[in-house]
């Protein structure tokens, strides 16, 4: 009796971890079957016939061929597989169960990638979480498609293997015609990025050029509210042209977490921050992420980024609502019956909204339609622990005509992202000292803040002073104390000064409805 077994490894996505999958494939005496066992669904299911052609078009001999029992395990039984980037390492074992290539060892190894069925191998997604994992085994060769070769090397200590069919990989593995490895690559900072609006280009509007500059220097949230045509939008645009490049660390997060989504182009790496605008109409799940097979939502994509909030009254409760956990924590977790996922989501929060339903209310131009009660149910959309986790609140006034016609300050953009730059050293610096792991004044949390932040004498008194005058939560105060702290970074103070908690608190307390 013919029995033969071989076994090969390949990876499972899930959110942005992969888990080690083992292919088994065994070969009994019976009349012809292929069948894909372990909690396969449809796309793995349909292997068959992509490495039936795959391995036809190769030159071999497919498993249609063959008058056996073929059986293919993935392994464990009870983690469901999805997608298709299986094909390769079925179709890699099969050949070995079979005798049809050179007996190679198989334990140091992970296959991903999808056949063709002329035999190339085709890009798949999830594939630097995939080279995560085969860095965390040890020193395993990862056998990728040729486009994903460039996202796999940025995990150092792992030989990537560049496959472009499935006939040159057989070559490879009996040593006749080798595939030459991808070195280790670091991604370039990248300092000439395009921006969809330069913040040179705005014109009027110094104090919202003001907020933007503090909450760029120190990841803060801002809330702009305003009438309709005033400029929020692009005041929000303009905030990514003063942001600091994306460091490798970061870019490396991004990339991961865009490859996990299936939104990464082949071949690239992401260098420029996120600008995520999600439509009011989104749900939950497109925003904070999970879904039948969990995936990054927008506030993940967002992550070292901007996610932007235009006409924010009009998500629905519950989505704003979910966005708490993440702006406190900086993480998503979506909870499955099997477990927990975690997904990262450290982003700044740039709400845009109108006064009241008509957009009028307290414009010097045009009339508010809207009455009492009106304008106060339009408010109450964003709750107040909300509102708390929102640092700064700046009212967006209509532009008068001196300022349309004023002509724009060019090194504006230069100048303020030095300023940022320098900044966030300070910041970076601070928090090395303390071996703080930290990259913004806005994720410290309230047991830093009274190590790190030195208030002056005389901030100290006006401090006193004006919280004994208001009923801010403990969150508020805290946050205030972090603003004040990133506008004495931008003025390269080392203390706190009166002017920096005097301009900090009214960014916090303002009443934006008394525009």
Do not use: W
């Not at 040729?146 to 792992?158: C, V």
């Not at 030989?159 to 009996?174: F, N, Y």
């Not at 490396?252 to 999600?278: D, K």
């Amino acid at each position: 009796m013919i029995h033969t077994l071989a076994t090969l490894y390949s990876a499972e996505l899930d959110g942005l971890t992969a888990q080690l999958i083992e292919v088994e494939i065994d070969l009994n005496v019976g009349l012809h079957s292929f069948n894909i066992v372990g909690l396969a669904d449809k796309a793995v299911s349909e292997a068959k016939e992509r490495v039936n052609s795959a391995l036809k078009n190769a030159h071999t001999k497919p498993p249609n061929k063959e008058n056996r029992k073929i059986t293919v395990n993935l392994a464990p039984a009870d983690i469901k597989k999805s997608g298709s980037h299986y094909d390769l390492a079925i179709a890699i074992g099969y050949l070995c169960a079979t005798k049809q290539i050179k007996t190679f060892n198989t334990q140091d190894k992970l296959f991903v990638g999808e056949l063709s069925l002329d035999g190339r191998i085709r890009p798949i997604h999830g594939v630097l979480s995939i080279a995560r994992l085969a860095k965390k085994l040890g020193n395993y060769e990862l056998y990728l498609p040729l486009e994903n070769a460039r996202e796999g090397a940025l995990i150092e200590g792992i030989s990537i293997i560049p496959v472009t069919t499935l006939q040159s990989l057989i070559d490879h593995l009996e040593e006749r015609i080798l595939i030459k490895s991808i070195p280790h690559t670091t991604p370039e900072i990248n300092t000439s990025l395009d921006f969809p609006v330069d913040i040179s280009e705005i014109k009027g509007q110094e104090h919202a050029k003001r907020a933007l500059t503090i909450a760029a220097a120190g990841g803060h949230n801002l809330l702009m509210i305003g009438p309709p045509g005033s400029g929020k939008t692009m005041l929000a645009q303009s905030l990514l042209s003063i942001l600091p490049p994306l460091d490798t660390e970061e870019s490396i997060t991004v990339t991961q977490i865009y490859s996990a989504a299936g939104l990464l182009p082949h071949n690239h790496i992401i260098q420029e921050r996120p600008f995520r605008s999600p439509h009011h109409t989104a749900s939950p799940v497109s925003i904070i992420g999970g879904g039948q097979n969990p995936r990054p939502g927008e506030v993940s994509l967002a992550h070292s980024g901007l996610l932007f909030l235009d006409e924010m009254p009009e998500f629905r409760r519950d989505l704003l609502e979910a966005l708490r956990q993440p702006l406190e924590n900086g993480t998503v977790h979506i909870a499955r019956a099997k477990g927990t996922l975690t997904f990262p989501a450290r982003f700044s929060l740039i709400g845009a909204m109108n006064p009241c339903p008509c957009g009028y209310f307290g414009d010097t131009v045009k009339e508010c339609t809207c009455g009492a009660f009106e304008v106060a149910r339009y408010q109450r959309k964003i709750s107040g622990p909300l509102l708390d986790r929102i640092d700064l609140h700046i009212n967006i006034p209509r532009l008068n005509k001196d300022d349309l016609i004023k002509k724009g300050d060019h090194t504006l953009r230069e100048t303020l992202k030095k300023q940022i730059t320098q900044a966030r050293t300070l910041q970076k610096d601070r928090f090395n000292r303390a071996s703080i792991k930290a990259l913004t004044n806005s994720e410290l949390s309230s047991r830093h803040i009274e190590a790190l932040i030195k208030l002056s004498p005389h901030a100290k008194n006006l401090g006193e002073k004006l919280f004994s005058h208001s009923n801010m939560s403990a969150r508020a105060y805290f946050r205030i104390m972090k603003i004040a702290q990133t506008i004495a970074d931008l003025e390269k103070s080392e203390t706190v000064e009166e002017n920096h908690l005097a301009e900090a608190f009214q960014y916090k307390t303002k009443n934006f409805l008394n525009a």
